[in-house]
């Protein structure tokens, strides 16, 4: 997945937006493997454990026995059948979590070589808001911003202005 490039301004704002809410003596349980950006996390300071790499749609073990009172989950939740189930079982007061966008002009990501780099979901922000309120979370802020690409064509052009992440801070609203 991060064969030999890592998403530059993703992770800038990623971590200007964990900074803004998150203290770093509070540990974090970041959902899904560990990868570039855990390190960027410890890198500045954050205690952070990663799930294991079990299906998060079977296997909410690691979710229920975490102690940590910050959860983030970066880009994990478009690619679970089932995000309803892992939102609802988190017991940590506080989220970070981002999706990628839908796109109108682009169709849903498919990895053709790893079945579990896939989009089962491609969220609007709006959708994802309403994950959050059903599964009992309050969203505090919120960010979007694009993600354009070095290619030719309407699809490249039209990147420069469309949104393509979300990111959420949001506390729980029923502990």
Partial sequence: MYESHYPKKRYQKTL??????????????????????????REQGYTVSNTGGEDLDLDLSAIRTSDAPVVTAFEIFEHLLAPFNALKEIRAQKLVASIPLKLWFSPAYRSKTDERDRHFHEFEAWQFDWLLEKTGWKIIDSQKWTHPVRKIGFRPILRYFTPRYYIVYAERSNP
């Fill in 16 to 41: 200007s937006f964990l900074q803004k809410h998150i203290p770093k003596n509070e540990s974090i349980l970041d959902l899904g493997v560990e990868n570039p950006f855990t390190q960027i996390m």
